[in-house]
């Protein structure tokens, strides 16, 4: 088996992580990130536990079938009324610590 490393322009796609960091197409970002496939952008959260609803608000605005919440070096999961207004417009939530999240 021969492996290739992918090249997808215009994606945004995991390219590393580690201890306080991610790396989306090569550049490393230490703050929180929202990843889409068309941009990076940040998100202005600085603690798992201060989380609101309003925090999500503008995830909707993206329109994902599917939000996979990295969670830090642990998996948690957000209390169900943060993913209560994601749900109920159709979208999935799954939490994963963040080097899953990544390899997803």
């Given at each position: 088996?021969?492996?290739?490393?992918?090249?997808?322009?215009?994606?945004?796609?995991?390219?590393?992580?580690?201890?306080?960091?991610?790396?989306?197409?090569?550049?490393?970002?230490?703050?929180?990130v929202?990843?889409?496939?068309?941009?990076?952008?940040?998100?202005?959260?600085?603690?798992?536990?201060?989380?609101?609803?309003?925090?999500?608000?503008?995830?909707?605005?993206?329109?994902?079938?599917?939000?996979?919440?990295?969670?830090?070096?642990?998996?948690?999961?957000?209390?169900?009324?943060?993913?209560?207004?994601?749900?109920?417009?159709g979208?999935?939530?799954?939490?994963?610590?963040?080097?899953?999240?990544?390899?997803?």
């Amino acid at each position: 088996m021969k492996l290739h490393l992918t090249h997808a322009a215009g994606l945004q796609l995991f390219s590393g992580y580690g201890a306080g960091y991610v790396a989306v197409n090569s550049v490393r970002h230490e703050k929180c990130v929202v990843v889409s496939p068309q941009a990076v952008t940040e998100w202005a959260v600085t603690d798992f536990e201060a989380l609101t609803r309003t925090d999500f608000g503008f995830i909707v605005e993206l329109t994902p079938e599917i939000v996979i919440f990295g969670t830090g070096a642990r998996q948690r999961f957000p209390c169900h009324e943060l993913a209560k207004g994601l749900a109920a417009t159709g979208v999935g939530v799954e939490g994963m610590g963040t080097r899953a999240g990544c390899r997803t």
